[in-house]
């Protein structure tokens, strides 16, 4: 299974009463091809310019306050969600306060690791549902060679150095980095991770965008295990 992962930091990500929302969509790779064919052709009919193909999916250019004033950019949003039904795309999602109260023993972000625990584990159990030879295979957006290098290591430091990580046994133990200009999935995660965090701001505008968004989330089809569902929002403040 591949595995796409994004965040969106807001209002900052030094903030102290701030808050991150880190989100992931899951893709069968043999379901892989047709879903970004048709990503690519929802854009083609309707980018109102030149160059559609080249034109990278971000949240904050498409739902920011002046940008929903663009129907297009409304229009696309809200039509990107059929691929992903269509394709079995599954979504996850974790809002985290920016406090030292998430700090998880033995580590210096404790935001990260604590996104680390909510989403993998999460992925973890729905790989678990699909078979013990299941594995999900993570791609991270690239920046630079340190940043990649910092995002690698604390991947590992997750999954070897803390009891949860040392769980999630379905968790191919190296990241891949990808360009996100390139790649549609981490586009999606994006999108995603923008819409959910500005949604559980309060932004009435844009709230049927994350309902529906919301009907891509995973359910676990089994009783008595947790975690049951793929999202989980800690503390935003926001109802």
């Known amino acids: 299974m591949l595995v796409f992962v994004?965040?969106?930091?807001?209002?900052?990500p030094k903030d102290p009463s701030g808050f991150t929302v880190w989100a992931a969509i899951t893709i069968d790779p043999k379901d892989s091809k047709d879903f970004f064919r048709d990503i690519l052709q929802l854009k083609r009919r309707l980018l109102p310019f030149d160059g559609p193909d080249d034109y990278e999916i971000k949240g904050r250019r498409l739902l920011s306050r002046r940008a929903v004033r663009t129907p297009w950019k409304v229009t696309l949003?809200?039509?990107?969600?059929?691929?992903c039904k269509s394709a079995g795309v599954r979504a996850f999602a974790a809002g985290l306060r920016n406090t030292d109260t998430l700090a998880v023993e033995g580590f210096t972000e404790?935001?990260?690791?604590?996104?680390?625990?909510?989403?993998?584990?999460?992925?973890n159990a729905m790989m678990v549902e699909l078979g013990e030879d299941e594995m999900a295979i993570i791609a991270l957006g690239s920046q630079d060679e340190g940043a990649d290098t910092q995002k690698a290591r604390a991947f590992g430091n997750f999954l070897y150095g803390n009891l949860i990580g040392r769980t999630l046994t379905h968790i191919v133990e190296t990241p891949f980095f990808v360009s996100s200009k390139a790649t549609v999935g981490i586009q999606v995660a994006d999108l995603l991770a923008y819409t959910l965090a500005q949604q559980n701001l309060g932004r009435a505008d844009i709230d049927h965008i994350g309902l529906g968004f919301r009907e891509l989330e995973w359910r676990s089809e089994r009783e008595g295990v947790s975690p049951r569902r793929g999202f989980r929002f800690e503390d935003l403040g926001t109802k």
């Open 6 to 12: 994004d965040e969106s930091e807001w209002p900052r």
């Open 77 to 83: 949003c809200e039509e990107i969600v059929s691929p």
């Open 110 to 123: 404790p935001i990260v690791y604590r996104a680390y625990s909510r989403i993998l584990e999460r992925v």
